[in-house]
């Protein structure tokens, strides 16, 4: 019973993330919904400049509080609706939020500890004990898992809230300008087309944060061949 009582908030955010996933609500914020109503979004954001930023900051939060997938799609909505500063802006709030209450929900759930890790947590553990603040910054800022199994993963290993919250934010930060550049891009590419189809993405505006994106995505393969080298590599002086 106390057992079930601890993980009781994180049941809880991971069945409201099921039903916010279910309702059908983040359809509203595809592609194709905004360019049907754009005309109605950019007159409601004008009109409440202010409310739509938070609505869209508590939507994210949220979201990202819940694990669910598709908060990329939120993300996009937010480059698209607000541009890429605000729109990058209101992401790292929603996102460091969402983060901070799941990684909350979820150490309050692991308790001291001691109970057996999940699978993901079970790899990180080794390295994390050895070297904390290098290892969440690599977590955070790399992206070689989704963002909220690293959020429940820090939280089994004890990570410091400081250090959790600084990592998150900047760490989520890096990824939201590519991903509100899209979104962003996106928008400005509707405004020289007038439709969507595939050739939105070819534009330079789209284009090139996603090329950006591709290689953030890449780089944990790039950095475990570089590391895998120097292993491999004769120290001075072995082949004397």
Not at 23 to 36: N, T, Y
Not at 149 to 167: D, E, H, K
Not at 196 to 203: M, R, S, V, W
Not at 225 to 235: D, E, K, V
């Amino acid at each position: 019973m106390k057992r079930l009582r601890a993980a009781l908030p994180l049941i809880l955010l991971l069945l409201a993330g099921i039903v916010l996933y279910a309702s059908g609500a983040l359809d509203r914020l595809s592609p194709q919904h905004l360019v049907a109503h754009q005309h109605e979004l950019h007159a409601h954001l004008a009109e409440h400049p202010w409310l739509s930023r938070l609505a869209y900051i508590g939507l994210l939060t949220l979201a990202m509080s819940t694990g669910i997938p598709g908060t990329i799609v939120i993300i996009l909505a937010g480059g698209f609706a607000f541009g890429v500063v605000d729109g990058t802006l209101c992401s790292s709030a929603g996102l460091t939020l969402g983060s901070l209450i799941l990684y909350l929900a979820s150490r309050y759930a692991f308790g001291s500890g001691t109970r057996p890790p999940p699978p993901f947590s079970a790899r990180l553990h080794h390295g994390f004990e050895r070297h904390p603040v290098s290892y969440t910054l690599f977590l955070r800022f790399v992206p070689v898992m989704p963002f909220g199994a690293v959020t429940v993963g820090l939280a089994w290993l004890r990570c410091p809230l400081w250090l959790f919250l600084g990592a998150s934010w900047l760490g989520g930060t890096v990824s939201l300008v590519f991903e509100s550049s899209i979104g962003a891009g996106l928008g400005e590419a509707l405004g020289h087309d007038g439709k969507l189809g595939a050739g939105l993405f070819l534009h330079p505006q789209v284009l090139l944060p996603m090329g950006a994106l591709a290689l953030l995505a890449l780089l944990p393969l790039l950095i475990e061949r570089l590391t895998r080298r120097w292993r491999q590599a004769p120290a001075p002086g072995d082949g004397d």
